[in-house]
């Protein structure tokens, strides 16, 4: 099943949606992001938390 990722459920003032096939492909999209428009080199173990709690599996349709 899919899954996706959205910036704002995790408190971010941010459009960025995303999904993939795969937990571990998300989380390459997800970390490219953060890196590209948070400026973040490296994501802390809070909001890296954050993130994975707020991963969804996308309705299959």
Known sequence: ???SFACRDIGMSCGFKTSADSEKELMDK???H???A???A???KKTM???RSAIRDEDEK
Do not use: P, Q
């Open 49 to 51: 938390s954050a993130v």
């Open 34 to 36: 953060a890196r590209g």
């Open 1 to 3: 099943m899919a899954k």
């Open 30 to 32: 997800i970390v490219e």
């Open 38 to 40: 948070h400026g973040m």
């Open 42 to 44: 490296k994501i802390d």
